[in-house]
């Protein structure tokens, strides 16, 4: 999580106003920082870049990857320990009650290596691949939910992964051993004023000592693991100065270092184990070698961390489906109304199919993208945030169909249950752990943002000047001239392909007509794109409703992709291949559905509408509607003080191990 809370991959830089409060920035200052701070080459191919430019490129994902002999052999391995592990030692009761992982958990955790997973064994890790990495992160989750985001917080953007994509040699050597026996690490982010928005960053690293060092000055909030760590990596931002720009910068810090106090623990609806904190940082001496990819390199660290490091939510995602599915076969047969057995009851059957279709579409994203990205042929990133955009909606309406399909029992907790002398079943629990993904690292709104800035870099790339109100007469001509070439090509392309021919894609049989439906959706997906530039242009980046529906048509035709390619790579294995296609097709068929749906909604909708009556409810216009209710919630503060300074409360700061 980290400050997952908040959307960590699009922050960065502040501009400090009266009193050190952070105020805001323009708009051009954000997209400017948005826009340095991001991937603009594209050095590898990308199925998912592709597929929104209206080609259907199978043959990056066809055949599916698959792992390595000795990958499965070490992942297999450590696999079998960790449920071993989980089934004995960890009792997810305790921690929903408690409230917290118990230390021998993590102790026992750290002796198995699971702290090191990704980390290579060169420096103490077990070197295993994203798919296993993936996989152990669902059997953790599963013990308790708490268990896999502290894990995952910790490798997947603590501190192991930028110094994996970053850091010098000496740093790798001197923290990725700690980081694998078991030194937990946090990733701190977020401030209490600051969200997705990249130019109010307030916490400072000012130079002292000729440059030997800096000094951090600060508070970060949401800071997942934040309570227990023994390293933090911290973004603050860098004055500039001569010689450099300044701007967010990345530092490794001792977590007990002078000056940081935990100013509490956080507590929330789910993910009740997690030790999400506020840290404030006073005068906070950090070398000035523990800084990470230089001076000004801080938000793209972040978010090349996070183009792989947003797989971890997609395995949990993956993993409450199982659990969903196992429970709702067993229960739907289980449970008699009106004399049958409510699965044979069709508003309960549909419910029931919904969720067998969707855990085998969670699990082919899921699947296919670890694999892409140990494979290294493809540039991810699209394909990263799709994952993690489309599989946290889907869980989310999977867990809250699995509460509807357990009716009451589903909305009772698990120690009422068996209070009662029934099943445990932490359904409730699941409806409110799944909630939060929908909201960290990366909210379903910021990915829409940041997954259409990628979808119409094409466009931009083209056409951007020519409606770009800064660009004079003559950089408008060229930008014309520039663009007629790029859609004097590209727009042809979109008139037909194989997707109107009868026998493409006759390989994979009854499933062949969906691939099919994918390349003639993508060409209309890239058609609707174009319309969409050529009628708002300069405007289209703030119609982020319209965007989103782009975006959303992309992600389910990624996971129809993704579940085909799987069930045909299920049935050549002889792994389960008919009942692969079977799955497969009912969830191709629930998928193109919702494609259809929201193509209808690009063109028919209420969004202007929708807009206008925002602006008079926030403009007071319906405050009279709000009369007659008791607000439960006493006068306060919406943000709270943001002022740095020494701390007025007592550090909640502790360690589960000390690896120095």
Request: hydrophobic share 40%; aromatic share 8%; with cysteine.
């Amino acid at each position: 999580m980290t400050d997952q809370l908040s959307n960590p991959a699009e922050q960065s830089a502040a501009v400090p106003g009266p009193a050190g409060v952070p105020v805001p920035a323009p708009e051009a200052d954000l997209r400017a920082i948005a826009e340095s701070s991001r991937e603009r080459e594209w050095r590898k191919p990308s199925f998912a870049k592709e597929l929104y430019l209206g080609r259907f490129r199978l043959d990056l994902i066809h055949p599916h990857p698959t792992s390595s002999p000795d990958d499965v052999e070490r992942g297999e391995r450590f696999l079998a320990e960790l449920r071993a592990f989980c089934e004995g030692e960890v009792d997810g009761a305790v921690i929903e009650r408690e409230a917290r992982i118990p230390d021998h958990v993590v102790t026992g955790l750290a002796e198995l290596g699971a702290f090191g997973i990704k980390i290579p064994g060169e420096y103490g890790g077990l070197g295993l691949s994203h798919v296993y990495y993936n996989r152990a992160l669902q059997i953790a989750a599963m013990a308790h939910s708490s268990i896999g985001t502290m894990l995952s917080a910790h490798q997947s953007i603590g501190v192991p992964e930028p110094l994996k994509l970053a850091g010098t040699d000496e740093q790798k050597r001197r923290y990725l051993p700690r980081c694998a026996r078991g030194a937990i690490s946090a990733f701190l982010l977020t401030e209490p004023d600051v969200g997705s928005d990249p130019a109010r960053l307030a916490m400072t690293a000012a130079p002292v000592d000729d440059g030997a060092a800096y000094e951090l000055n600060g508070v970060k909030l949401w800071t997942t693991n934040g309570v227990v760590a023994e390293l933090l990596v911290v973004m603050a931002r860098v004055p500039a100065a001569a010689g450099h720009r300044g701007g967010i910068t990345a530092f490794i810090v001792e977590a007990d270092s002078p000056g940081i106090t935990v100013e509490r623990r956080n507590a929330f609806m789910g993910l009740r184990g997690i030790e999400n904190g506020v840290t404030r940082f006073q005068q906070v001496r950090v070398p000035a070698e523990n800084m990470v990819g230089g001076v000004g390199e801080g938000f793209k660290i972040a978010l090349r961390t996070l183009n792989t490091g947003r797989l971890s939510l997609p395995a949990m995602c993956a993993a409450a489906g199982k659990y969903a599915l196992k429970v709702t076969r067993q229960w739907s047969r289980e449970r008699v109304q009106g004399g049958r057995p409510i699965g044979e009851h069709e508003a309960v059957a549909e419910k029931i199919a919904f969720i067998a279709a969707t855990t085998f579409g969670l699990e082919a994203v899921l699947d296919l993208s670890a694999h892409m990205a140990d494979e290294g042929r493809n540039d991810i990133r699209i394909e990263a945030a799709l994952a993690k955009l489309w599989c946290s909606e889907m869980a989310w309406r999977v867990a809250d169909e699995f509460v509807q399909i357990r009716g009451g029992r589903g909305y009772e907790t698990a120690d009422s249950l068996a209070a009662r002398g029934e099943r445990p079943i932490p359904a409730e629990q699941m409806l409110r752990d799944m909630r939060i993904n929908r909201i960290f690292e990366g909210s379903t709104e910021i990915m829409h943002l940041l997954i259409a800035r990628e979808a119409v870099d094409a466009h931009l790339t083209a056409a951007g000047d020519i409606i770009d109100p800064k660009v004079d007469v003559r950089g408008k001509a060229r930008a014309t001239v520039r663009a007629g070439g790029f859609y004097g090509s590209w727009l042809p392309q979109l008139v037909t392909g194989p997707g109107r021919v009868p026998t493409s894609f006759r390989e994979f049989g009854r499933l062949a007509k969906h691939l099919r439906y994918v390349e003639r959706s993508s060409r209309k997906l890239a058609r609707s794109t174009f319309y969409g530039m050529a009628r708002w242009q300069g405007r289209l980046e703030f119609k982020q409703v319209f965007l989103g529906r782009i975006v959303d048509i992309g992600a389910e035709l990624f996971a129809m992709s993704a579940a085909v390619v799987r069930a045909e790579m299920l049935r050549s294995q002889g792994e389960n291949g008919a009942e692969a296609y079977e799955l497969a097709d009912v969830f191709c068929r629930q998928s193109r559905l919702r494609v259809e749906a929201l193509f209808d909604g690009l063109w028919t909708n209420t969004d202007s509408p929708d807009a206008r009556l925002a602006r008079r409810v926030l403009e007071d216009r319906y405050a009279w509607l709000e009369e007659g209710i008791i607000d439960p919630a006493p006068e306060g503060a919406w943000i709270a003080s943001t002022l740095a300074g020494a701390s007025q409360l007592p550090n909640v700061a502790r360690q589960f191990l000390t690896t120095r």
